[in-house]
């Protein structure tokens, strides 16, 4: 007689199938119906490897608005042992960075950073977008012109890196390297990675931290009017000792860096897929442009760049009527919870006339910084697009990276009608 399963233990099982086949190209591709499934076992739910899934946009985003809740700091990745994924040098270097503080040290490096994207600066940064922009789209038709092209790679992969590179002031003959090291960091990053690919984001930190630790020393020499360069003479005022200043500036430069070319190049990138696989939709903007910026929130609602985050319990308490005790994991799957029926009627319908809320940029203190920047470069992009090229069309589907929390298509591959 076969000893009988507990309903933990087949929802453990449950749950590792899901996650085995989310990291397939194949899940990647098309992970909505494993969201389903993840979601029917529960709107919380224990991980097999500790810890809990929040799949519920409701408990999702109590979670993210409650201060109670905190981020994974460097002190708790310190307690989960240095044989732990939170132990490896890149993760530890994460846990220093912005998203990675909590109150009171969140709000002091906060403060220092000021109103980074505000109506101001984007002015500033709108015409330069613009240009970029032009310049990505004349190159893209000149291939076109031979055939098939990957859109990913000649235009959601440069407008991003363009932007922040400009933006922090960095040599435009770095840009291609600095995107590369951005694309092997963001897998400490992920939910479950790899000895391999902590080891491939091991690498990528020390050589940024070695590039910005120069790049502060130029600017320290001549400083100048872009943000380094201001976060440097803020900083200076904050410390006495100028080290500190210095390494508060690189953790700052560092995340900036992070944060803009992967999520936002996921954006553009799922942006053009979904609306050339929505003929009619692309149609209606075409002719209601003042739609376009509620085309992106759909999007980001839809498949947003980052589909997981995590959080820790401060202190005991209870979520959802699950205990959960202080120090223990949370991960929000907000790619799932982003889909969840009692949030929106036919979650699973991609529909640029919904008004679409979402969880993709995260939520309260640690809401993204860089969210108004990366709406404006999608809707620079979008707009010129509608202008420029109204007969794109997909010539196969895209390629996927496989992952989980980071979504990344590697190849967009289009023609003209």
Sequence with gaps: MEPSLTTSSVDRRAVVSIF???????????????????????????????????????????????????????EWRARQGAATRWNASSSREMGKTLPALNPPHHTRVRRSVGNTFDRKSLANSKGSIEKTTEQLLDQLTEKLRSGRVDFSSLVSEELPIITIGEWLGLPPSDYHWLRSLTRDQVFSQELLPTPSQLALSDAATAQLREYFTAVIRERRREPGDDPISEWLRTWDGLEVDQETADEAVYFLSFLFLLAAPETTATLLSHMVWLLLKHPRQLRWLHTHPEHIPGAIEEVLRYDSPNHVVSRVAAEDTTLGGT?????????????????????????????????????????????????????????TLLTSLL????????????????????RRILELPVTRA
């Design 323 to 379: 205990d959960i005790q202080r120090d223990q994991m949370v991960h929000l799957m907000v790619g799932v919870a982003n889909h969840d029926p009692e949030q929106h009627a036919e979650p699973e319908l991609f529909d640029v006339r919904r008004k679409a809320t979402h969880l993709s940029f995260s939520g309260g203190i640690h809401y993204c910084i860089g969210a108004p920047l990366a709406r404006l470069e999608a809707t």
């Design 387 to 406: 202008r420029r090229l109204p007969d794109l069309r997909l010539d196969g589907d895209p390629v996927w990276a496989p992952r989980v929390g980071f």
């Design 20 to 74: 085995s086949r989310l990291r397939t190209s194949n899940g990647q591709s098309n992970p909505l119906p494993l969201y389903a499934e993840l979601r029917a076992i529960g709107g919380i739910i224990p991980a097999p490897w500790g810890g809990h899934l929040v799949t519920s946009y409701n408990l999702c985003d109590q979670v993210l608005r409650n201060k109670t809740w905190q981020v994974p700091d460097s």
